[in-house]
């Protein structure tokens, strides 16, 4: 078995940052691509970044390519995500997942939390 739990979220204005953690417990998950994926309701869970085993080699969706920051401490088994410029549109529920063929879609992930509110007002 395994859990993320995610911390963090809150309300800012925009411009402001936010940095995102993902605790996760129950197993190591250091063998797992860890990813970040943020959803608004109404519409459909978005990718944002993911990041391999190895810490190194990270994706970002376009939106937030420069602004977002995704790192990982295997040591720690955590992940977060450093949030600068933050813009209305990036207001949503962020979720942390880990997986053993993560990308950017949420089909390869198989462990979820359960998710931190970021409210970016303008």
């Known amino acids: 078995q395994g859990q993320l739990v995610e911390s963090g979220g809150g309300l800012v204005q925009a411009g402001d940052s936010l940095r995102l953690s993902c605790a996760a417990s129950?197993?190591?998950?250091?063998?797992?691509?860890m990813g970040w994926f943020r959803q608004v309701p109404g519409k459909e869970r978005e990718f944002v970044a993911f990041i391999i085993r190895n810490g190194y080699d990270t994706y970002y969706t376009k939106s937030v390519r420069g602004r977002f920051t995704i790192s990982r401490d295997n040591a720690k088994n955590t992940v977060s995500l450093q949030m600068n410029s933050l813009k209305p549109e990036d207001t949503a529920v962020y979720y942390c997942?880990?997986?053993?063929?993560?990308?950017?879609?949420?089909?390869?992930?198989?462990?979820w939390g359960q998710g931190t509110q970021v409210t970016v007002s303008s």
């Open positions: 129950g197993r190591t998950f250091s063998s797992y691509t």
């Open positions: 997942a880990a997986g053993t063929r993560g990308g950017v879609s949420g089909v390869g992930y198989d462990y």
